[in-house]
């Protein structure tokens, strides 16, 4: 007989992952540990975040752990909660770039957070919808990443303007959710400290592949000797992505 997944176990596995992650991406870390083994440590992290995020009862205990820490600071709920309103609606300015039925996904638990009669009921409510925003941000940075760096006919519209525009709000909110929440983002610190860095990695990227291209063209007092490609300084490459869902539902055609 199969052995059941011990969900609570793997929860418990990731907070001390992430810990061991937070104290080795630090000067003294840096210091006794390759910049390689700390990034794998973060990346490992994330999988198994993602991973547990499929599990209805993992997301509920770390919105409980989430909620702790918005309860606990001044101001916590209040700008997450904004900062993610302010992402779905994002998402509903950028129809073509997103499913139809993604907004409304993450406005939920709208009807729960309004019915909270107390700061920590509130605070866990806020908490399952901010998971929800950092799972289609991230899913958002990957997939306009993948467009410029990689490109690809599927991503032709997440290449231009409108992928940089989505991008460039729902980075200016997650920005103000870092800010807001700061450590009280417990369990999902580590997970939004490197999203914020890749969305503002990303959020200077304003042109697209053709326009990145002509630029890379120019001359350079700095170029490289012949035979080498200068890739050193060029993003990371990413594997395709898919434009963000969270439901089976039609794509909704760009008038």
């Known amino acids: 007989a199969e052995t059941p997944l011990r969900i609570g176990l793997v929860v418990s596995s990731l907070t001390s992952l992430e810990t061991d992650a ?12 390759a910049p390689d083994l700390i990034a794998a440590l973060a990346d490992l992290a994330e999988t198994v975040r993602l991973f547990v995020g499929q599990y209805p009862r993992a997301r509920e205990i770390v919105a409980n752990q989430v909620a702790l820490g918005l309860s606990e600071t001044a101001g916590a709920v209040d700008a997450a909660e904004a900062a993610s309103a302010n992402i779905a609606q994002a998402a509903a300015a950028h129809p073509a770039l997103v499913e139809t039925d ?6 939920e638990p709208a009807a729960a957070i309004a019915a ?4 920590g009921e509130r605070a866990k409510q806020v908490g399952l919808r901010l998971l929800t925003s950092l799972n289609f941000a991230t899913d958002a ?3 306009r990443r993948a467009a410029v760096v990689v490109g ?3 991503l032709t519209a ?12 729902v980075g200016s909110n997650i920005e103000h959710i870092g800010v807001g929440v700061g450590a009280a983002a417990g369990g999902v610190g580590l997970a939004l400290g490197k999203l914020r860095k890749l969305l503002a990695e990303l959020r200077k990227w304003k042109s697209a592949p053709e326009e ?4 890379e063209k120019r001359p350079s007092p700095k170029a490289p000797p012949e035979g080498e490609t200068g890739e050193a300084n060029s993003p990371p490459k990413q594997r395709k992505a898919t434009a963000p869902r969270t439901k089976s539902a039609p794509k909704k055609k760009s008038k």
Do not use: C, F, Q
């Open 22 to 33: 937070r104290v080795y991406d630090s000067d003294s870390g840096r210091a006794e540990h």
């Open 102 to 107: 993604v907004p409304d996904a993450l406005r």
């Open 116 to 119: 909270s009669r107390t700061l």
């Open 141 to 143: 940075a990957n997939t």
């Open 152 to 154: 690809g006919a599927g």
């Open 158 to 169: 997440w290449s231009g303007y409108e992928g940089y525009a989505l991008i460039d709000s």
């Open 212 to 215: 990145k291209a002509k630029t």
